[in-house]
């Protein structure tokens, strides 16, 4: 029996309702919710989620501030930018597209990022504020976007095995401590880790955040898996975006796998949006 497919869109659908009452409510106080998109060059990945972000945003009424840099900006441009948008008062989440060019000291970027504004905790600040689990501080967009996946497929988390591919501050951390935060038992793997193929088969939850085509193939896979694929590559040789799951063959073998494209982006543009109304009414308060 093929897998399912678990789709963003629904998911998306569901949580936009509650939002679009939070905004309303924002808007009768005068505030208007505003994101502000930072990218260096044209990656097609970035590209890909700008669309996503811009159109569900948009949808539900949060205002886009866009600024785009040349691939071969300076890091002062960038923090120039970063800086124009933690002083405008109207814009209340900053999101910037990584990963940035090689030329840039990513760290200094990230954390020049206001804390109140730093919408897809990529800063120093948001992180230490959510792996101590404080009560401020936004998790990565991404990872929340999976525990919202789960949850709303009725799949349960509570006691399974999980491993995640990718140990990124981006995604495949964040991912583990929130699965961890919902009593899974996880393991996280890596570029170096041994023998991957076995780890991953002993998932019940197989999380992928690599980046990389098939790096999870037929034989990482088992009946009863549910597999949310993060990953997203344009192939160049196909002329498609891809994920990391080899998803003809995965498709045959696992109980539920999400769609690519199609599936975590749709889902992880909404929790961006999401953060931005919470940034918004943090400062209406």
């Not at 999980?162 to 793997?189: D, F, K």
């Not at 880790?193 to 790096?215: P, Y």
């Not at 749709?266 to 209406?284: C, F, G, Y």
Request: charge should be negative; glycine fraction near 8%.
């Amino acid at each position: 029996m093929p897998a399912e497919i678990l789709k963003g869109a629904p998911v998306a659908a569901a949580m936009c309702e509650n939002l679009t009452e939070r905004i309303a409510r924002l808007r009768e106080k005068g505030v208007a919710p505003c994101l502000g998109m930072l990218r260096v060059g044209e990656r097609p990945g970035d590209l890909s989620y700008e669309r996503s972000a811009s159109k569900r945003c948009e949808t539900l009424g949060v205002a886009i501030r866009r600024c785009v840099l040349a691939a071969d900006a300076s890091e002062e441009e960038l923090l120039a930018a970063i800086e124009e948008f933690n002083r405008d008062g109207s814009v209340h989440g900053v999101l910037l597209f990584r990963p940035l060019p090689e030329t840039m000291d990513a760290r200094r970027i990230s954390d020049a990022i206001a804390p109140e504004k730093d919408v897809d905790g990529i800063g120093a600040c948001s992180m230490a504020a959510v792996y101590a689990g404080l009560e401020h501080g936004f998790f990565p967009c991404t990872a929340q976007a999976v525990i919202e996946m789960l949850h709303y497929y009725g799949l349960p988390i509570c006691g399974k095995r999980a491993v995640v591919v990718g140990r990124s501050l981006v995604t495949g951390r964040p991912a583990a401590l929130l699965l961890l935060r919902e009593h899974a038992t996880v393991t996280v793997c890596h570029t170096r880790t041994q023998d991957l193929s076995a780890l991953c088969r002993e998932a019940d939850i197989l999380v992928t955040a690599t980046g990389c085509i098939n790096t999870v193939t037929a034989e990482a896979l088992r009946p009863g898996q549910v597999v949310i694929d993060i990953g997203l590559t344009y192939d160049e040789a196909r002329g498609k975006l891809c994920g990391d799951v080899d998803h003809d063959a995965a498709e045959r073998i696992v109980d539920c796998i999400s769609a690519v494209p199609g599936g975590i982006g749709a889902v992880t543009a909404t929790v961006l949006a999401a953060h931005v109304v919470e940034a918004a009414e943090a400062r209406a308060e």
